[in-house]
């Protein structure tokens, strides 16, 4: 019988993202998704696949903190707070259209929930 050979797998370098690259100067023009994602990705030192899974999943967390039925609220490492607010409904009512001056009525509105995005103070002092 032949011995087993025994097999040795050698762990790649975790290799650190460059100092150089955190710091970014002011952007000059609005990036687009797929720029975005390339700069993580040479940041973070992963492929833009993996980046791409994570904005998914970012996505998919922040959907499910913010249906109904939810908390309704969710806070962004500091940067930003998406909080879910509940809007009751608005009966029908009469009133003055304010550039004719004439009355009119205004029509009534069901109950609904609408998006609120704060910046927080990391956002902030960025400014």
């Known amino acids: 019988m032949a011995a087993k050979k025994k097999i040795v797998m ?3 370098p ?4 460059k100092k150089a690259q955190l710091k970014l100067g002011a952007a000059k023009k609005i990036i687009t998704k797929s720029e975005m994602q390339k700069m993580i990705a040479e940041y973070a030192c992963v492929s833009k696949k993996q980046v791409d899974q ?3 999943a970012l996505t998919e967390i922040v959907r499910s903190h913010v249906t109904k039925g939810a908390v309704g609220l969710i806070k962004l490492d500091g940067l930003l707070k998406i909080e879910r607010l509940n809007k ?7 009133g003055i ?3 004719t001056g004439e009355e009119m009525m205004f029509k009534a509105k069901p109950a609904h929930s609408v998006i609120k995005i704060r910046a927080l103070k990391k956002l902030k002092a960025m400014v």
Do not use: M
């Open 88 to 94: 009751p409904a608005k009966k029908a009512r009469k």
């Open 97 to 99: 259209n304010p550039f």
């Open 54 to 56: 994570v904005f998914e």
């Open 10 to 12: 050698k762990k790649k």
């Open 14 to 17: 975790v290799v650190s993202p």
